[in-house]
C-alpha cells in the first residue's frame, strides 16, 4: 500500500473527513440541494483552477463525491457505458501511397478521414504529399465522413493514395506546407510568439527521447562517465545569476540549410492566355548550389519554366522534372535539397510530438537569442493578407464569430459524446477567437486598422476587423465619469471579462454572452467582442430591453430575460430585486442594473456589460453613513480606491457561502439539542442560542447582537481559518457542545484556526449524547421544504436563517443583490428593509475576508500547504481564496505582525516583488502611451535602465536626426491615441521611478514603501535583479535580449536599445471547462484517496482520453493528469511508464505554461526521481540541476522548496560517491529546513539523518555522530521513545559509534606499532542505490507502506461498508481506526 505522509496534513480534511460528507452531501432532494455542491458544480472554473493546482482549497469536491448521492456519481455509472461506446476497438488499415512500401496504419472508427490525411502529411515517407485523395476499392472517400460509416471498410482493407489536379488554393497550401517542413526545426516562429509555437529544452537535458528512440546509455557502464559537477552559478551560496543558460543552445536547431531562397515570383499571377494552359502561380527559388530557378505550379503538378528575373518565359525548361510534389522536383535539381531535406526530417520524426504540436493559446518568451532574419515567402504574403484580415484557408474569407461562438453553445448535451462534441467546438472556437482577437488588437494598436468612427479624437474611436468589434479602454463620452474616469474604464472590461466567465460557466441555455477577449498592448487596453447581429443597424436605446444604459436611471425589464436569469441567479448567488426607473415604478430584476439584454436579429437573448455580476468590495467603496465591522475599520478599512467598481471574487463569495452553511448547520443541530434537553422552556432559550453561536463563527454574523459579540471573539493574530470547509469540521462538534449548559462561553477550546485530532472530536460526540442525531434531524429539516415540518422544526430553521443571513426563512439561501451601493440606483420603499439585510450581508463578507481568508492564506503558507514561488503562483493562492489582488498590501502587512514571520519571509519577499513590479506596470503604461511607434524600443531600454540599472543618470537615446523630417507636420504626430508630447518619456529619471513607485505603493495598495533607488530596495528587502525583471517583462510583455546584463555598474546602464527584441501583448480570456472529463478526474483522485489505486489509476486514465479529446492534445489540466498518472504508476511500480507519462507532463508543462513557471520547476524535480529509479543517473542529475537554476532565476535560493531540490541533489550525489558536493547541498538544505520549519521539525531530523549518512561513508564518524544525534532528540522529542522512527535513529546512533570506536582503535594500533601494525579491515560502504531511492521517496512524500494482501482485503471491504451506509444515509460513525483515513492520501502535489 502507498501514503503520501509528508509535514503537510496528507489533504486538508484529514481532521475529520466523514463529518464534511454528512453535512455536505447528504441533503437528500429539498430545497436546499446543499450549497457545497452548488457552489463547486457550476463554477467550473474556479475548481478546475484548485483541482488542477492539486491545494486542499477545493478538496471537498473530491470528498463529497464519494458518496453514493452526489451528482456526479450518480451520473457515473451511465458513463461509463458511454465510455465504452467511444472507444470502438481501432482497427488496422493498409496505406499504399505512390513509391512507396504498403504500411499498417492503426486507426479508430471515430475518426475521420481527414485526420488520416494529416497523418500522412506528418509521415517521414510521405510528408510532401499535400493534395491527394485516399481510395477504397476505386471509390474516393469523402474527407468529413467517419471511417465507421464508409461501407466496406475493415481489418485489412487497402487504402490507396491517389494524385489529385491542384487548385491555387491546393498549391498555396502545398507550398505554405513544404515551408513549415523546411523550418520544422528552427524555434524562431516559437521566439516571435506566432502560430501557437512556443519553446521546450528538456530533450536537452535528457539527451533527446527517454524512451527507447533516444540515445541510451547501459547502465553498467553508467557510473564511470558521469561529470557531476555542476556550472558555479548553481552550487549552494552562488550569487550570481545568468540568463543565458535559460535557453540552452540546441544543435538540432543549427538548421541544415535545403534552400537559399523559396519565394512567390515577381510574374504573378499568371496573364490570361496561361490560365488556360493551367498555369497557377510561379515560385523563384535558389539552391543551395546557388542555381536560380523559375518553378511554375499548375494543375497537374510543379515544373520548371524558362523565366529569369527580367525576362518572362513560361514554356516548360527541358527537362522540365514535371513532379507532383515540389519536394520531388527539388530532388532532382539539386543534390544538396535532396540530402538535407531527408536528414531533415528524420531528426524532425524524432522529435517528440509534444515538442511540435501547436500550443491552444499562444505563449510568449520574454527572452530570446539573436535571431538571423532569413528571406520567407509564406511569412511575408502571411503579414500582408492577414492585415485585410482575411484567412486564406476558410471559405468565405472572413469568420462570423458570433454566429460560431453561439452555435457550438447549442449544440446539443444528453449524452457524453454529444457533450464532448460539445465541448471541444466550443473549446476550438474559443481559442481561434483569442488569437484573431489578439491580432486585431495589435493591428488597432500598431494603426493598421481604419476606425468606424475617424472623425472623433483618436482614445474615442472603435474598429470593427475580421468581425470582431474593439474598444480602447477609456473613458469615452465621460460614461465612467461617476466611477472613477480613464481608472474605471481600465478595470471594466477584465470584470466584464469574468461575468462573462461566470455566466459561461454555468451555462443556461438560451442564455448567450458575447466572445471576450481583453488585449493589453504598448500601454493600452483593448477589448474585442464579438458582434451581436444587428446591433450596429440601430440605436442602443431601441435595442436593449432588459436592464439601463445609464447606471440606473431609466431600467427596463424583460419577462424571458428574468425567467433566463432566473437560473443562473442560484450558481451565481444573484438575488431578485426590485429598483426604481426614472418614472418612479418599480422595475424587477435579477442582475445588475448595467447588465444589458438585447435580441438579436438572430433571435438569440444576448446579456452584455456583465461587470458586476459580483457584489461590491465595502472595504474599497467608502460609502457616507455606512459604518463597516469593528474588525475592518481595525485594519484602516474603508480605503479610498481608484475607482468604484471593485468587486468581491467566486471565489470568495463560495467560501463565505459554504462558511455560512456550516454556522447554519451547527445552529440547527444546537437548537433541535436544546428542544430534547428542556421541551417545556424552548421558547426562551432561542435567542441566547443565536448568540452564542454566532460567535464561534469568527465573523459578525448575524444582525443581533451576536455582531458585537463575535467581533469581540476575533482577534487578529488568531488564524481563524475558517474558510476552508472541512476545518470547520471537528470545531463544529465542540461548540456544539457549549450551549448545552447556555453558561458563558468556554474559552479554553481550540482557537478556530486549530484543527483538533479527529479523536477528540469523537470524544466529544460521545460525551454528548444525541448530538449525531440531532445533526441527522437538522439535515432532514433543512432538506424539507418547509411544508411537512412542525412548527417547533420549522422556528428552529427560522431562527438559523435569520441568524446567518439566508433570503428564505425556510431553507439555507444566501444571495447578494449587486446594485446595493451603486450610485444612481435606487430601491422602493417596501424592500427597504431586504435592502438593509443585504447591506449587513456585504459588510459580513468584506469582514470575512480580512478576518478569515487572509489569516487562512498566511497559516496555508506556514504550514507550506501553499507555496507560491513566483508572482504568478502568488496571484493564484490569492484569488483561489477569493482575495482580489489590491489587498496585496494588507496581506505584507498581516504577515510582518506574524509572530512567526520568519518563516514567512519568502513568502514577504515574492509579495514585495509582485508588489514593486505592479506598480511599476502601472506607471509603464501611462508612460508608454506617449512613445511613438519609432522609439519603442530607446524607451522601454530607457524604462528599464531607470527600473534596475544602479547607474545613476540614465539617459535616453532619442531616435537619430536622421530619421526626423525637417517638415514634421503637427497632423501626423496625433496618429499615436492619445497623443500629448511624444518626448517626454525621455525625461524620465530613476530616483524619480522609484519615488512614483513608492507613491503608487502608498496609494492603490495602501503599503509604506521606503525606496529611492533599486539598489536600495534590493538591500532592503532581500530582492533580486533578476526576478524583477522577470516580473516586469511578463507582466508588461517586454521581450528582451537573451545575454548577461550588468545592472551593477554605476558607469553605464545596463540595457541598450537593442536589447529590447519586441512588445508581446498580455491576454485575458475565457477558458472554456471539459466538465466530464474533469469529473472523471475528481473521481479518480478520490479513489486513489481511498487507497484504490488501480480503480483510481483507470479513473484517471479514462479522464485523460477524455481531456484529449475536448482540448487536444495540450493543456495545463492534461498536464496535471499525465502527472498524477505518473506518480501512480510510481507507486505501484511500473517505473518506465512513469517515466514515459512524465516527460510527457514535463515537456507539456513547458509548452503551455512557459520554460521556467514554479509548475515547470516542479515537474522537473518530479521527472529526475523518476529517472534515477530507471538507473539513468547522469539525466536524473542533469534535470534537478535544471530545476536549481531555473528556482533561482524564478525566486532565489532562500525558499522552502530549494530545500527538497538541495537534499534530491545531495542523495544522488551521494549515490555516484560525490561526497564532498553531495555535502554542500545536503547543509544547505539543513539550513533552510531549520528556517522555514523551525529547528524541531520532522524534516530537519531527516535532513539531519541524510547529512549524518553521506559523513559516515566519508568515514568521518564525529561529525556524522552529531548530525544524527541532533535528529535523534528531534525524534523522541516529537514522537516519542517508542516510535519506529525513533528506534530506528538509535539504532544508526549504536553502528556509527561501534564504527567510530573501531576507526579510533585502528589508528591508535598504527601509532603503537607504526607500520608492522595488524589492522583490522574497516568497511567503508558506497551507499546502495536501493537506499538512495527510498531517501528519495521519503523526501518527495511517497512512502511504500507493506501490507499484508488479507490487510489489503480488509481494508477494501472496510471502505465498502463505510459506502453502502453512506448511500443509506446512515450516518452511523464510521471506525476511526482505518489507516486510509489518515494516511493514504496522495495529493496531486
Not at 520531388?328 to 524524432?350: D, G, H, M
Not at 546602464?1053 to 472529463?1077: G, W
Not at 489509476?1097 to 475536448?1110: D, K, R, S, T, Y
Not at 507519462?1141 to 512557459?1154: P, T, W
Request: charged share 25%; hydrophobic share 35%.
Amino acid at each position: 500500500m502507498v501514503s503520501k505522509t509528508d509535514d503537510i496534513p496528507a489533504s486538508v480534511p484529514d481532521c475529520n473527513p466523514v463529518d464534511l460528507q454528512r453535512d455536505g452531501a447528504q441533503e437528500g432532494t429539498g430545497t436546499s440541494k446543499g450549497c457545497l455542491k452548488e457552489s463547486c458544480g457550476c463554477a467550473g472554473h474556479s475548481a478546475g483552477t484548485a483541482m488542477v493546482n492539486g491545494d486542499g482549497a477545493h478538496t471537498e469536491e473530491g470528498e463529497s463525491k464519494q458518496d453514493g448521492n452526489s451528482e456526479a456519481d450518480g451520473g457515473e455509472d451511465s458513463n461509463e457505458q458511454e465510455v465504452i461506446v467511444i472507444q470502438d476497438t481501432g482497427f488496422t488499415v493498409k496505406i499504399q501511397a505512390p513509391g512507396t512500401e504498403p504500411f499498417d496504419l492503426q486507426v479508430s472508427p471515430q475518426e475521420m478521414v481527414q485526420e488520416i490525411h494529416q497523418v500522412l502529411m506528418d509521415r517521414e515517407d510521405t510528408c510532401h504529399r499535400t493534395c491527394f485523395s485516399l481510395q477504397l476499392d476505386g471509390n474516393v472517400l469523402d474527407n468529413f465522413a467517419e471511417l465507421k460509416s464508409i461501407e466496406g471498410l475493415q481489418e485489412g482493407s487497402l487504402l490507396k493514395v491517389v494524385e489529385e489536379p491542384y487548385t491555387v488554393r491546393e498549391a498555396r497550401i502545398h507550398v505554405r506546407h513544404i515551408r513549415d517542413l523546411l523550418k520544422s526545426l528552427d524555434p524562431s516562429d516559437a521566439y516571435n510568439g506566432v502560430d501557437c509555437n512556443s519553446l521546450s529544452f528538456l530533450s536537452i537535458f535528457t539527451d533527446g527521447d527517454l524512451g527507447d528512440s533516444g540515445k541510451r546509455k547501459k547502465k553498467g557502464t553508467e557510473l564511470e562517465q558521469i561529470d557531476c559537477t555542476p556550472p558555479e552559478h548553481i552550487l549552494p551560496g552562488s550569487k550570481e545569476r545568468p540568463l543565458v543558460p535559460l535557453q540552452p543552445q540546441n544543435k538540432d536547431w543549427k538548421p541544415m540549410q535545403c534552400l537559399k531562397v523559396l519565394t512567390m515570383s515577381g510574374w504573378n499571377p499568371p496573364p490570361g492566355n496561361r490560365k488556360m494552359h493551367g498555369d497557377l502561380m510561379y515560385l523563384y527559388i535558389v539552391t543551395v548550389e546557388e542555381r536560380h530557378v523559375s518553378v511554375t505550379a499548375s494543375t497537374r503538378g510543379f515544373y520548371l519554366n524558362q523565366s529569369t528575373t527580367y525576362t518572362f518565359s513560361p514554356k516548360p525548361a527541358n527537362p522540365s522534372f514535371l513532379s507532383h510534389s515540389l519536394v520531388e522536383l527539388l530532388s532532382q535539381i539539386s543534390p544538396a535539397f535532396k540530402k538535407n531535406f531527408t536528414s531533415l526530417q528524420k531528426k524532425r520524426v524524432q522529435r517528440h510530438p509534444f515538442e511540435r504540436i501547436a500550443t491552444p493559446f499562444q505563449v510568449y518568451s520574454w527572452t530570446a537569442p539573436q535571431v538571423d532574419h532569413a528571406m520567407d515567402c509564406v511569412r511575408a504574403e502571411d503579414a500582408y493578407t492577414s492585415r485585410l484580415g482575411y484567412e486564406e484557408h476558410i471559405p468565405g474569407q472572413t469568420r462570423d464569430w458570433n454566429e460560431e461562438l453561439q452555435t457550438t453553445r447549442e449544440l446539443p448535451r444528453k449524452n457524453l459524446p454529444e457533450r464532448l462534441l460539445r465541448e471541444r467546438a466550443i473549446f476550438k472556437v474559443h481559442s481561434d477567437f483569442a488569437a484573431a482577437a489578439t491580432r486585431g488588437a495589435m493591428a488597432v494598436i500598431d494603426g493598421n486598422v481604419m476606425a468606424i468612427n475617424p472623425g472623433e479624437e483618436t482614445r474615442m474611436q472603435m474598429f470593427i476587423w475580421n468581425n470582431i468589434f474593439f474598444s480602447l479602454g477609456f473613458d469615452v463620452r465621460d460614461h465612467y465619469r461617476e466611477l472613477g474616469g480613464d481608472a474605471a474604464a481600465h478595470a471594466a472590461p477584465t470584470n466584464d471579462l469574468n461575468g462573462v466567465r461566470a455566466y459561461g460557466a454555468v451555462d443556461v441555455e438560451g442564455l448567450y454572452t458575447l466572445g471576450t477577449v481583453v488585449v493589453d498592448y504598448r500601454g493600452y487596453r483593448v477589448t474585442a467582442q464579438s458582434i451581436i447581429p444587428g446591433i450596429l443597424e440601430r440605436e442602443q436605446e431601441q435595442s436593449v430591453i432588459y436592464g439601463s444604459i445609464d447606471f440606473g436611471k431609466t431600467v427596463v425589464s424583460h419577462g424571458k430575460y428574468l425567467e433566463l436569469l432566473d437560473k443562473t441567479s442560484r450558481p451565481l448567488k444573484v438575488q431578485q430585486h426590485k429598483v426604481l426607473n426614472e418614472k418612479e415604478e418599480s422595475v424587477e430584476l435579477c442582475s445588475s442594473v448595467e447588465c444589458k439584454g438585447i435580441i438579436g436579429n438572430d433571435g438569440r437573448h444576448y446579456i452584455l456589460d456583465l461587470l458586476r455580476t459580483f457584489p461590491p468590495d465595502l472595504n474599497f467603496l467608502p460609502v457616507d453613513g455606512e459604518e463597516l465591522s469593528a474588525e475592518s475599520q481595525r485594519q484602516g478599512f474603508p480605503r479610498q480606491h481608484r475607482h468604484r467598481l471593485a468587486c468581491l471574487r467566486q471565489e470568495l463569495i463560495e467560501a463565505f457561502v459554504e462558511h455560512r452553511y456550516l454556522l447554519f448547520m451547527k445552529m440547527a443541530a444546537i437548537q433541535l439539542m436544546q428542544q430534547k434537553a428542556n421541551k417545556d422552556s424552548s421558547k426562551t432559550d432561542v435567542p441566547a442560542i443565536a448568540e452564542t453561536s454566532a460567535t464561534d463563527g469568527g465573523v459578525g454574523s448575524t444582525q443581533t447582537a451576536a455582531a458585537q459579540a463575535s467581533a469581540n471573539s476575533t482577534d487578529p493574530t488568531d488564524n481563524n481559518s475558517t474558510s476552508a470547509a472541512p476545518q470547520m469540521a471537528p470545531e463544529s462538534e465542540e461548540s456544539s457542545s457549549k450551549p448545552t449548559t447556555n453558561g458563558p462561553v468556554d474559552p479554553t477550546g481550540p482557537q478556530n484556526g486549530e484543527c483538533r485530532s479527529p479523536l477528540e472530536g469523537k470524544e466529544l460526540e460521545e460525551s454528548i449524547p444525541g448530538l449525531a442525531q440531532a445533526k441527522e434531524l437538522a439535515e432532514t429539516l433543512v432538506s424539507e421544504d418547509g411544508s411537512g415540518m412542525d412548527p417547533k422544526s420549522r422556528e428552529v430553521v427560522l431562527n438559523a436563517c435569520r441568524a446567518v443571513g439566508s433570503i428564505s426563512n425556510t431553507s439555507f439561501d444566501i444571495r447578494f443583490n449587486p446594485d446595493i451601493f451603486s450610485p444612481g440606483v435606487r430601491f422602493p420603499d417596501d424592500t427597504l428593509e431586504d435592502v438593509q439585510k443585504q447591506k449587513q450581508l456585504l459588510k459580513d463578507v468584506a469582514a470575512f475576508l480580512v478576518t478569515c481568508q487572509i489569516p487562512s492564506l498566511v497559516k496555508d503558507c506556514l504550514d507550506h500547504s501553499t507555496l507560491p514561488m513566483d508572482g504568478a503562483t502568488l496571484t493564484e493562492a490569492l484569488h483561489q481564496r477569493g482575495i482580489n489582488v489590491r489587498y496585496l498590501g494588507t496581506v505584507l502587512e498581516f504577515v510582518d505582525k506574524t509572530p512567526a514571520k520568519a518563516q514567512l519571509e519568502h513568502f514577504y519577499r515574492i509579495g514585495i516583488v509582485e508588489l514593486i513590479t505592479r506598480c511599476a506596470k502601472h506607471i509603464f503604461r501611462t508612460y508608454l502611451q506617449g512613445v511613438e511607434l519609432s522609439a519603442l524600443s530607446a524607451a522601454v531600454s530607457h524604462f528599464l535602465n531607470c527600473f534596475l540599472s544602479s547607474f545613476p543618470d540614465a539617459v535616453a537615446h532619442l531616435p537619430p536626426d536622421e530619421l526626423v523630417s525637417r517638415r514634421k507636420s503637427r497632423k501626423r504626430r496625433n496618429r499615436v491615441p492619445g497623443g500629448g508630447d511624444n518626448t517626454a518619456w525621455a525625461s524620465l529619471t530613476p530616483s524619480e521611478l522609484w519615488k512614483n513607485i513608492a507613491t503608487e505603493a502608498q496609494s492603490y495598495y495602501h503599503f509604506k514603501m521606503q525606496c529611492e533607488s533599486v539598489d536600495q530596495v534590493v538591500e532592503k528587502y532581500g530582492l533580486q535583479k533578476t526576478t524583477l525583471l522577470r516580473e516586469i517583462s511578463v507582466k508588461t510583455g517586454i521581450q528582451i535580449l537573451l545575454k548577461e546584463y550588468n545592472f551593477d555598474s554605476r558607469h553605464k546602464p545596463a540595457f541598450t536599445e537593442e536589447d529590447i527584441l519586441n512588445i508581446f501583448p498580455v491576454v485575458k480570456h475565457v477558458n472554456p471547462k471539459a466538465s466530464d472529463a474533469f469529473h472523471f478526474f475528481q473521481s479518480g483522485q478520490a479513489k486513489v484517496q481511498q487507497g484504490f489505486l488501480k480503480e483510481g489509476c483507470e479513473l484517471i486514465n479514462e479522464a485523460l482520453n477524455l481531456f484529449n479529446n475536448v482540448y487536444g492534445a495540450m493543456h495545463v489540466e492534461i498536464c496535471a493528469c499525465l502527472r498524477l498518472l505518473a506518480r501512480l504508476n510510481y507507486i505501484m511500480g511500473d517505473h518506465p511508464e512513469a517515466l514515459s507519462n512524465q516527460q510527457k507532463a514535463v515537456l507539456m508543462s513547458e509548452r503551455v505554461l512557459g520554460i521556467e513557471h514554479p509548475n515547470t520547476i516542479q515537474e522537473y524535480m518530479h521527472l529526475a526521481l523518476y529517472c534515477f529509479a530507471n538507473g539513468q543517473l547522469s539525466t536524473a542529475l542533469k534535470l534537478l540541476y535544471r530545476a536549481r537554476y531555473l528556482m533561482l532565476l524564478v525566486c532565489g535560493e532562500d525558499h522552502p522548496e530549494m530545500a527538497l531540490i538541495d537534499s534530491n541533489i545531495g542523495l544522488v550525489l551521494h549515490g555516484v560517491m560525490e561526497y564532498d558536493l553531495s555535502l554542500r547541498f545536503l547543509e544547505n538544505a539543513l539550513t533552510v529546513n531549520t528556517k522555514y520549519h523551525g529547528a524541531r521539525s520532522l524534516k530537519v531530523a531527516l535532513s539531519h539523518h541524510l547529512v549524518a549518512r553521506v559523513y559516515e561513508s566519508k568515514a568521518e564518524f564525529r561529525s556524522a555522530l552529531q548530525h544524527e544525534k541532533e535528529g535523534y532528540t528531534i525524534y523522541k522529542n516529537q514522537m516519542g521513545e517508542a516510535h519506529e522512527k525513533t528506534k530506528e535513529s538509535s539504532e544508526y546512533l549504536k553502528y556509527l559509534t561501534q564504527q567510530a570506536v573501531a576507526l579510533q582503535r585502528t589508528m591508535n594500533e598504527i601509532y603503537k606499532n607504526g607500520s608492522n601494525a595488524s589492522i583490522m579491515p574497516l568497511k567503508f560502504t558506497a551507499p546502495s542505490m536501493a537506499s538512495i531511492l527510498e531517501q528519495l521517496n521519503i523526501i518527495n512524500g511517497i512512502i511504500f507502506i507493506p501490507l499484508s494482501q488479507k490487510d489489503l482485503e480488509n481494508l477494501k471491504a472496510e471502505v465498502q461498508r463505510r459506502q453502502q451506509l453512506q448511500e443509506l444515509g446512515k450516518s452511523e460513525e464510521p471506525a476511526e481506526s482505518s489507516p486510509l483515513e489518515l494516511e493514504d492520501k496522495i495529493p496531486v502535489d
